[in-house]
């Protein structure tokens, strides 16, 4: 019996996760792989990089992971594995999902993110019309929608405000119509702010920890480079997240469906910065807002509405933020050490 007795499921189903060498990934890997189930993760070659998950996945899980090759822009590669395999769902993390880069690369964002997508739900409507595939879009394709201070609902107007969200509102709307259309099973989450161990220093928060870590190991000065602490999200740990994609896979009733996948506490910017230095005990540290760390066009508020998310799945946040805040700082720190 896994964490969730409540689902009616049996286990040692088959999932494939793109993107297992990314940020959630790894993360959603263990939940599946202590849930029971047979994991197996797309790596785009063979060059040892999935080893680069054993940093969050530990070796009990890594030595049962299954990993296949292939990448998401060559339909070939991608239609081979759904021949040779047989899935029961793939959650689709794969993507260029840096904003900032989104900006000086949109080509290559929209070559990843669109015709990468369009290529996998072809595969799986050639080949397996019964495997569910979970569609990782994203709170970006709202853009400032929310910046009267409301909270956004799914059924609120897309408006994206970079090339990665408008890159991922194309597929949104394709899934959503190959959904209505009755040519594919799965579901769209729209995850928000999240952030914990693995995170990538080039994004906010995870920068923020990542200097701090240095400072405390005494490779850098106590002075913090940041971006617009101004701006208001609603901050989750990376795990809740994964974990409200797993609930709405395991729930035929979410199949369809668009989800919201947020907590419940806007924060100012800087107030994640305060935790994390408050957590680390330096004293005397500076800040200094970079210029490179400002988006051309930036979010101001964005806060969602994950109703009904919670009502289909029972779907809540556990880990409180100053716990994500502490998690994230000490994966630097160990990563740093290293």
Not at 52 to 70: C, E, Q, T
Not at 76 to 86: A, Y
Not at 90 to 108: E, N, R
Not at 198 to 211: E, L, P, T
Request: charged share 25%; hydrophobic share 35%.
């Amino acid at each position: 019996m896994g964490l969730f007795p409540f689902l009616n499921y049996n286990n040692n189903m088959k999932f494939l996760i793109t993107g297992i060498t990314g940020f959630a990934g790894p993360h959603l890997a263990n939940l599946l792989h202590k849930e029971g189930h047979e994991v197996f993760g797309l790596v785009r070659c063979s060059n040892g990089r999935e080893s680069d998950i054993r940093d969050i996945v530990p070796d009990s899980v890594y030595s049962d992971i299954k990993f296949v090759y292939g990448d998401l822009t060559n339909f070939r590669m991608l239609n081979n594995i759904f021949t040779e395999e047989k899935f029961d769902g793939v959650f689709h993390l794969g993507a260029q999902s840096h904003p900032p880069t989104s900006f000086v690369d949109p080509l290559g964002t929209f070559e990843s993110n669109v015709m990468g997508t369009v290529n996998l739900i072809k595969a799986i409507e050639d080949n397996q019309p019964d495997c569910k595939l979970m569609f990782c879009s994203t709170s970006e394709v709202y853009g400032n929608e929310g910046q009267d201070g409301r909270k956004i609902k799914i059924d609120n107007t897309l408006l994206p405000a970079n090339p990665y969200g408008a890159s991922k509102a194309a597929i949104d709307l394709y899934m959503q119509e190959r959904m209505i259309n009755g040519k594919l099973k799965g579901f769209i989450t729209r995850a928000f702010s999240h952030t914990g161990p693995r995170r990538g220093k080039n994004f906010s928060i995870s920068c923020d920890a990542h200097q701090i870590a240095r400072m405390m190991k005494g490779y850098q000065d106590k002075t913090l480079s940041v971006g617009n602490l101004e701006t208001v999200r609603v901050v989750i740990d990376v795990r809740d997240c994964v974990k409200a994609y797993y609930l709405a896979m395991m729930n035929d009733a979410c199949m369809g469906k668009i989800f919201n996948v947020c907590g419940d506490v806007p924060r100012k910017m800087g107030a994640y910065t305060d935790m994390l230095l408050d957590i680390s005990k330096l004293e005397g540290v500076e800040t200094w807002v970079n210029p490179k760390y400002y988006r051309p066009i930036d979010i101001d508020y964005q806060h969602g509405d994950s109703t009904e998310l919670k009502e289909l799945t029972g779907w809540e946040p556990e880990y409180t933020i100053e716990q994500t805040m502490q998690d994230l700082l000490d994966y630097w720190c160990a990563k740093i050490g290293e």
